[in-house]
């Protein structure tokens, strides 16, 4: 097991820890894979600031250190999930046991000057094989466990097998689903605005998936896009979201709303060589022009070290396409990376919006994102805006652009042009009068 650390900046970070995982798979026959994460963490370090929420994450990790086999190697996926790769056979029973030792261990309280905590956990994990290994697959069923994990309100730990090939009466339901909603025109764009926080004008909007389930009516997809990366067929979901960006973008256009649209990337795409030509052809197809499309990337995503995600972004960045890093702040950015990063946008995450309010911490991030925007040229778009308290504060701190429920939930297209057709998006309901 790695050492004791001083610090929460020596633990190895996800990329760092995902190349370990790597390279213990190419030693062993066999590997487990566990996904630490702490229950409500952000309740924390929302009441208690983020120095003791540090100083509880570092004991955390060194105790979980202390806990495991030597010969176990620890990291840190996020700010509250840590990572530990178990070299050797295991059966499930055994993890399970693990698991309780873990939560057993953590029901003594940890203290930091007048405070205490104690932690609880949602664990996920993946056992498996190393002979036909696919990095990707691994860490991808060892972050599904741990959704299911933190899922399930009776059981706080769940396993996935490599081997595990038997389909649940859910699962192929959810197969099924997915590719009668792709055949028989089931899904469907919705749009939210994305607003200039002085004129109040809409400016763009961010693309939402919706399913038009034929019982339940519309429903957030989630589901669907959960069986859509179990079942490899993110790709053809994402490719079926450009080419409606595409044909909406079409219908705006003839409307007189020359608009960008945002459109969520999952990491799968940046590995998928079709992407760029795929993008190239929407684009000649129906005469849009790609830097009318801005490609959404969470911030650990955007910030990866593999070639071949800054390859695609470095292809797509010569080609016009907008790039922007969803969630900024959420996921402890590093700097340095955010610094050789080309983007366009950086897009501050809603928690720090929606705890705007009296927090000076949360005031001075935006502050800090909307510097960092400056320097490297790029707009800085604020999440989560829903209350005009919000808006002021946003306004003070130079922030431009916006998006939220205090203007708009994602809606249907025809709706989307009828707002965008207003003089300023609220028409005249009391922001108006209030925002002058």
Request: charged residues 20%; negative net charge.
């Amino acid at each position: 097991m790695t050492r004791l650390h001083q610090t929460l900046a020596t633990i190895p970070n996800r990329y760092a820890f995902i190349d370990t995982v790597d390279k213990s798979a190419m030693q062993h026959s066999h590997l487990s894979l566990l996904l630490i994460d702490v229950v409500r963490f952000s309740d924390v370090t929302s009441s208690l600031g983020f120095q003791v929420g540090d100083r509880f994450l570092l004991e955390i990790a060194n105790r979980i250190i202390r806990l495991f086999p030597h010969s176990a190697h620890f990291g840190r996926i996020s700010g509250d999930v840590f990572g530990l790769i178990l070299p050797g056979k295991h059966s499930s029973s055994q993890l399970q046991n693990l698991f309780e030792h873990l939560i057993e261990h953590f029901k003594t309280p940890m203290h930091y000057e007048n405070h205490a905590f104690i932690a609880d956990f949602n664990v996920g994990g993946v056992y498996g094989e190393c002979d036909v290994f696919s990095i990707t697959r691994f860490v991808s069923r060892a972050e599904a466990a741990l959704k299911h994990a933190k899922e399930n309100k009776y059981e706080n730990f769940f396993l996935l097998g490599m081997e595990d090939k038997a389909e649940t009466g859910r699962s192929l339901a959810l197969k099924a689903d997915l590719k009668r909603a792709l055949s028989q025109n089931e899904l469907e764009l919705y749009f939210q605005p994305q607003v200039d926080l002085q004129s109040l004008k809409i400016v763009g909007a961010e693309c939402l998936l919706r399913w038009n389930h034929p019982l339940d009516g519309v429903l957030f997809p989630g589901p669907l896009i959960e069986a859509a990366e179990s079942y490899n067929m993110m790709n053809e979901l994402a490719y079926w979201t450009f080419e409606q960006a595409f044909r909406s973008m079409v219908q705006l256009d003839a409307n007189g709303f020359k608009l960008t649209l945002s459109v969520n990337i999952s990491p799968t795409q940046l590995y998928d060589s079709k992407l760029i030509p795929t993008l190239k052809l929407l684009s000649q197809s129906y005469d849009i022009a790609l830097s009318r499309i801005e490609l959404e990337l969470t911030e650990d995503v955007a910030l990866s070290n593999s070639l071949m995600a800054k390859k695609q972004l470095s292809e797509l960045r010569a080609l016009g396409v907008e790039i922007s890093v969803d969630d900024f702040g959420k996921g402890y950015s590093n700097l340095a990376y955010i610094r050789e990063l080309d983007i366009n946008a950086l897009k501050i995450d809603k928690v720090f919006v929606m705890e705007l309010t009296g927090n000076e911490v949360n005031r001075a991030i935006i502050e800090a994102a909307r510097i960092i925007g400056h320097s490297k040229g790029c707009e800085v778009i604020a999440e989560g805006i829903e209350t005009l308290e919000q808006l002021h504060i946003l306004r003070e701190l130079g922030i431009n652009i916006g998006q939220g429920y205090l203007f708009s939930r994602a809606i249907p297209l025809h709706e989307f042009q009828t707002l965008a057709s207003q003089e300023i998006i609220v028409g005249d309901s009391p922001l108006r009068k209030a925002t002058g």
